[in-house]
């Protein structure tokens, strides 16, 4: 569903949230019980590659938004 390994920092498209959510939504209807173990591992593997990007995206802004010169 959602692209494994993409490059770190590289912005988070909405439609890879929603494809997330939505594989998410899918493996929880099928419950954990009856879902293919390497499927939950990829979903796992996902989400964690998703939530990094988030995170670096995050932290690169950072230092950008203390420079700034408040404004009086």
Request: hydrophobic fraction near 40%; charged fraction near 25%.
């Amino acid at each position: 569903m959602t692209t494994p390994g993409r490059i770190p920092g590289e912005r988070v498209a909405p439609q890879e949230i929603s494809d997330l959510i939505t594989w998410m939504r899918r493996l929880s209807d099928a419950g954990a019980g009856q879902a293919d173990p390497a499927e939950l591992a990829a979903f796992r593997h996902a989400k964690a590659g998703l939530l990094a990007r988030i995170g670096h995206h995050d932290r690169a802004r950072a230092p950008q938004a203390s420079q700034e010169t408040p404004v009086d």
